[in-house]
């Protein structure tokens, strides 16, 4: 199993492919590819960040180039995970009728699109450019899960999708991702964005409060006991991080600990799940 470190701003279809069938990732199962990988996360509306309000311009851009489910650009990157038999949890922003959601894909070693989400509510800054998902994204009871950035500190929306967490610093970010691993004992690929100076460049926020320096990777493996598997890299380098995963690990975390089993209290506390999916209208 491995998470990709990699750059944000230099990544198009066209270059995560070649990556995809990269000689070091012919030896993985699974490949974990951080939130909105495919195209550079937005900041246009973030005046903190930016030496200006507004950029129209990169805004119309950021629409056209997210990745629209049915497009010729998804069919090559599942027919890559096909080719090099790897299967991929892929981050990325999705284009719908010009509405932008963060969205994750699992593609299976066959290159079929398995799971497919969206992150439940966008975060700050992200609702100016991000809708939010509906009932459908609420796929629990699952054996490989995706979450996006911050629905790893909402312990109700955490079990309903579980590898992309986020924070504000790098060590709360891990923090997130280690617990998710004890509380669901599952093990879980943190993936995380470098921020290269062409970002900075492209995006204006080199007078910015935040993402005004390169770096930021903090990308790791852990084990269903919060154990950290992998070896980091430094925080500016993008690169694979690898670990092979015994499944047995699992059932000796909830051997002692099953938060969803016999650690439960059903009869005190339960949720309610909406999972239907909503529509603008309805004709029924």
């Known amino acids: 199993m491995s998470p990709y470190q990699r750059g944000v701003c230099g990544w198009s279809t066209a270059g995560l492919i070649p990556r995809m069938l990269d000689p070091r ?6 490949v974990a590819i951080p939130s909105v990988l495919d195209h550079k996360f937005s900041l246009t509306m973030d005046t903190p960040s930016r030496t200006r309000s507004v950029d129209f311009g990169l805004s119309t851009t950021y629409i056209k180039n997210s990745l629209r489910i049915d497009s010729p650009e998804m069919g090559r990157i599942c027919a890559a995970a096909k080719e090099g038999n790897i299967s991929v949890v892929l981050g990325f922003s ?37 809708d939010e998902a509906s009932g459908s994204s609420l796929t629990n009871v699952v054996d490989l899960a995706g979450i996006g950035q911050e629905e790893s500190s909402v312990p109700i929306w955490e079990y309903s999708g579980g590898p992309d967490l986020w924070s504000m610093s790098g060590d709360g970010s891990r923090t997130l991702s280690q617990a998710y691993a004890i509380e669901s004992q599952s093990f ?7 921020l290269s100076q062409d970002g900075i460049d492209r995006m204006d926020t080199s007078n910015g409060l935040v993402m005004n320096a390169p770096g930021g990777g903090t990308s790791a493996i852990f084990g269903p006991d919060g154990r950290k598997l992998s070896e980091d890299l430094p925080d500016t380098v993008e690169g694979f991080l690898y670990a092979d995963l015994d499944l047995d690990d699992i059932l000796k975390s909830k051997s002692f600990l099953d938060v969803c089993g016999h650690y439960s209290r059903p009869d005190l506390l339960t949720i309610s799940v909406n999972d239907i999916e909503r529509v603008l209208a309805d004709s029924a």
């Open 94 to 130: 999705e284009n719908l009728n010009h509405s932008l959601y963060i969205s994750q894909a699992i593609i299976d070693h066959e290159g079929i699109i398995r799971v497919k989400r969206r992150k439940l509510k966008a975060t700050h800054m992200e609702r100016t450019v991000f």
């Open 188 to 194: 879980v690929l943190h993936t995380t964005a470098v």
């Open 25 to 30: 990732v012919s030896i993985m199962d699974m």
